[in-house]
């Protein structure tokens, strides 16, 4: 992935190159080469140099200025006849910003930095959730699905901490990957690179290229860590297609695409504005052969990567949502159950800890014996901070100090829990 050294190593039309070189000018009115290469993250000499050259011999660009020595200094503008050309190109899209690459080297690239070699041991799992309190059950099965690489269906009661579990497992994914700030496909820009979902990395690494010391990085690729992408009830059918956006003219990449070499995460399923059998009906291909379809306005379909380990996580039963066929193409189903009270116990503590309130033995036993025992009442992993929370704004009013005093917990239960 080293830089490019001339047009034929970026992998992309000299055309689109050009195209984005006017549009650039027109959006900024004079620019130097200097500039307008860092903008699209393509070397001035062997890559935009020629462009340039090409550009002024059609007499689309000419020399408006200069702001300093050489002839990456030199300063562009556009010519009438550039300025006609520019409302063409971007009648067919104004994306301005990084060259793309190549829809066959970011295939190249997500396979090369995929996480299906990647191997965990229990100790590995243990310490990436050691934050949490979670049985030896559990960690025993969230071990095998990273090693597989494909599908987890996690299921249990609401508030057992699924999507946190969830969030945990994606740090033994590990490492950093590259992400291109967009692709070409058949002629349209599809933007890939999110800032809202991707995080960069704090070491870019992104000065030298490690087999060959002497050649730098393509910067059309960021280095960020592994994405995991988490959607819920706002998941659509037309939001896992290439969506294309009418004003700009160019296609912004679905959430799968954006979590390539990562986790895909959809919450609360069932709860879509699709029918869950839609839904997975949509997955079956990408499951199974390890790559999606995509469609272009034009019609045409793209191959794509799909390598991600992708979750699902529900409330739900899962027979009340998804036939035993489809079951059986999610490799890895995981019940993430109540908290027996030893572990509930050891959630109560820590919270305690964190939230600054007297944690005591006679407290703790107080509330499981009274509020869930005699109450047959279950236990969740999510109810000890909640209480707590209670607790606290309970004994601020009061003025009193916050412990696990028996008056302080019948009030935070009587103020939290609903009898339906």
Known sequence: MSEPTNIQETEISQRIIGDLVIKLIYQITIISAQKMAETIK???FGVVEPVINQLRKAEIIDIGGS???????YQYVLTPKGVQRALEVINHSSYVGPAPVSLDQYRKIIKAQTFGDIHVGPQQVREALLDMVVGNDIVDSIGPAINTGRSMFLYGPAGNGKTLLSEHVARL?????YIPYAMEADGFVIKVFDQNLHVVSGDQRNNYDNSSLDRKLDSRWVLCKRPVIV???ELSL???DLIWDDTSKYYEAPFQLKSNNGMFLIDDFGRQQMRPRDLLNRWIVPLEKRMDFLTLRTGKKIEVPFDELIVFSTNLAPRDLVDEAFLRRIQNKIEVRNPTYEEYREILRRQCEELKVSFTDEGAVYLLKEHYVKARRELRNCHPRD???QILGISSYLGAPATLTKDLIDQAV???FVEL
């Open 414 to 416: 009587a103020s939290y």
């Open 238 to 240: 037309g939001s896992l």
């Open 173 to 177: 994914l590990g490492g950093d990957v």
């Open 67 to 73: 702001e300093g020595l050489g002839e990456s200094a």
């Open 42 to 44: 393509l070397p001035y």
């Open 231 to 233: 959607v819920g009830g």
């Open 387 to 389: 209480l707590l929370k």
